[in-house]
């Protein structure tokens, strides 16, 4: 027995056997069975989980809950969407274009704030509450793509956890989109 641990054949068939074990392992825990499993990051979009109804940036039974309302700060009125949704409601991009998260802490508003624009801040949209992100960082995102969640801490800003603008170019900046608001929330835009 001692004569056959000498052979380099006995070795190579040692070391294919190895192989083809591990090529069998690492296929098994491939196979789209056992991917399935494996829940998506925030930023990917999900095949098969959530997706935005025809407002863009929630789910469809979500989209009819809105609430319009007007915020002044510094003097100047700001009309809103407003939501009151659970924790974990996905929050979705309406567009492709560069997602920007930053913290509140600034009266009246409290908690996050996520600003997504195509076009270098000529226009874009304004998401503001209790939200989490899978980061900080500013990233490129695609339509449809999950880009955070509605939080739990209870936070809420003029009574709502999730505050919604849209905005677009105007002459001396960005002005409120009353079209696409109209076109999105159809309900509460008349």
């Known amino acids: 027995m001692g004569v ?4 380099p054949i006995f070795w190579i068939g040692i070391i294919i056997v190895l192989i083809i074990g591990l090529l069998i392992l690492v296929l098994q825990s491939t196979s789209p069975k056992n ?8 930023s990917e979009k ?9 407002c863009l940036i929630l789910e469809q039974k979500f989209c ?12 100047l009125k700001h009309e809103y ?3 009151n949704l659970p924790p974990g409601t996905p929050l979705f991009a309406r567009f492709d274009g560069l997602l920007d998260k930053t913290k509140e802490s600034d009266a009246p508003f409290s908690d996050f704030s996520a600003s997504l ?11 503001r509450g209790d939200f989490s992100f899978d980061s900080m960082l500013q990233k490129n995102v ?10 739990d801490t209870g936070v809420k800003d003029f009574g709502y956890n999730v505050l919604y603008l849209i905005t677009t170019a105007g002459p001396n900046g960005p002005i409120i989109d009353e079209g696409k608001m109209k076109e999105l929330f159809p309900k509460v835009l008349k």
């Open 142 to 151: 695609k339509q449809g793509e999950i880009i955070g969640y509605v939080g």
């Open 64 to 75: 009819s809950q809105e609430k319009r309302i007007t915020i002044e700060v510094q003097g």
């Open 81 to 83: 969407i407003a939501f």
């Open 46 to 54: 999900s095949k098969s989980g959530p997706k935005p109804g025809t």
């Open 35 to 42: 991917l399935k499993n494996i829940s998506p990051k925030i």
């Open 4 to 7: 056959l641990f000498k052979k």
């Open 117 to 127: 624009t195509f076009n270098n801040y000529k226009s874009f949209d304004i998401i």
